[in-house]
Every structure is written in structure tokens, then in C-alpha cells.
T-cell receptor, first 111, second 118 residues
């Protein structure tokens, strides 16, 4: 079975802090994705990566950056957390042409 | 742009009755369509996909979806609902490549909350 893990299920940070969200997949997938999920808005793509060190902006990249130094790991970075970044963050991975598999999510609260 | 719409925020159905969760799509070219389910405080789980072929696609947990090209729809169905089917359901469509080497992202609908009552 595909396994996508995220470093934290729940995270509480203060405004202005630098926040790292880590995602690891164990199926040698080329593609990895970061989404945020907010009630009534569904899932919105923040960034995705199709290879090591390669990244593409999604629909809402402002305030975020990403890093993919190894194929299995994809990090989402909030350079200076703000309260409007309080959300559920979901990581996913896929083979190049196929369906995505999701991690359990990280619920981030910024106070 | 490739997009999907889920016209219902919530669907209520009695246990044992058939259920339908609606999805319509707007794409250029052939659509690659997906359904996912999300249980409370969990990530999304893949249910089924339509790439090509039969219009009726069978998936996990007894779910199926009907692709209708003329109506640009991809509705999720189940003949007999269970209370444990209560969850949030997302329809998604594959996006377009931004360059020849990149993969495809998915564009999701806003989700439909399914409530199955005993």
C-alpha cells in the first residue's frame, strides 16, 4: 500500500514564526503536492513538484515556499506565519500520470 | 481551464436507499475524472477514476460513477447507502501540464457532505 506520512497531525504556531511541514512518501512517486483545505473552498493547490529540485506554483503560492531535495520528501515552508494561514494542509503523491494518494493532513493553527 | 463543480453542499439519504453525489465538469480535450472520500480528521482516499472506456466505473466500497459526455457529468452512485458512508466527497479533474516534464495536478470541487441516517 502507498503510504504518505506528514510530520505532525496538529501544530500551533505564533504569528511571524517560520513553519516547516514535512511530507514523506514510500512509493517512489515522481509527483508530490501540497494543498490547503478550508471549509466551503475545497482543496486548493499551493505547490507541486514533479522531480527532485523541480517545483511548480499552484493556485495560491503566496506566503509559501517548498523544498524537494530527495525524491521521497517534500517540505512546505511558511516563511512568516500569519493567522490567515490557519488551515488543514494535505500532502499527496502520485506516479506521473495516475491518481494521487494523500497523507492524513496537518491541522495548523496560527495565533 | 479544467474544472469541476459539485452543485450540492450536502446530500441526505436514509440507510439502504440509493445515493447519488453530483459532479459536472468543464474541460478542453478528454477528461480524466476522479472521486475521493474524506472521513472526519483524515486525509482523502481515492475511490475511483474515469480515463477512457466504459461509462460506468466501479470503485472501492461499492461505489460507482457514471460518465456522461453529453451532460458533462460524472455522478457518484451507490445502490444501498450505509451509515458509515457519511463523509465528505470530492470530485476532481486532471489539470493541464505547464511544461513537458511536469506532472499533472488535480483540480478539486468544493466537496459534498453526505449524511446517511439510520
Amino acid at each position: 500500500d502507498v503510504k504518505v506520512t506528514q510530520s505532525s497531525r496538529y501544530l500551533v504556531k505564533r504569528t511571524g514564526e517560520k513553519v516547516f511541514l514535512e511530507c514523506v512518501q514510500d512509493m517512489d512517486h515522481e509527483n508530490m503536492f501540497w494543498y490547503r483545505q478550508d471549509p466551503g473552498l475545497g482543496l486548493r493547490l499551493i505547490y507541486f513538484s514533479y522531480d527532485v529540485k523541480m517545483k511548480e506554483k499552484g493556485d495560491i503560492p503566496e506566503g509559501y515556499s517548498v523544498s524537494r531535495e530527495k525524491k521521497e520528501r517534500f517540505s512546505l515552508i511558511l516563511e512568516s506565519a500569519s493567522t490567515n494561514q490557519t488551515s488543514m494542509y494535505l500532502c499527496a503523491s502520485s506516479k506521473r500520470e495516475f491518481e494521487q494518494y494523500f497523507g492524513p493532513g496537518t491541522r495548523l493553527t496560527v495565533t | 481551464a479544467q474544472s469541476v463543480a459539485q452543485p450540492e453542499d450536502q446530500v441526505n439519504v436514509a440507510e439502504g436507499n440509493p445515493l447519488t453525489v453530483k459532479c459536472t465538469y468543464s474541460v478542453s480535450g478528454n477528461p480524466y475524472l476522479f472521486w475521493y472520500v474524506q472521513y472526519p480528521n483524515r486525509g482523502l482516499q481515492f475511490l475511483l477514476k474515469y480515463i477512457t472506456g466504459d461509462n460506468l466505473v466501479k470503485g472501492s466500497y461499492g461505489f460507482e460513477a457514471e460518465f456522461n459526455k453529453s451532460q458533462t457529468s460524472f455522478h457518484l452512485k451507490k445502490p444501498s447507502a450505509l451509515v458509515s458512508d457519511s463523509a465528505l466527497y470530492f470530485c476532481a479533474v486532471r489539470g493541464v501540464k505547464t511544461n513537458s516534464n511536469s506532472g499533472y495536478a488535480l483540480n478539486f470541487g468544493k466537496g459534498t457532505s453526505l449524511l446517511v441516517t439510520p
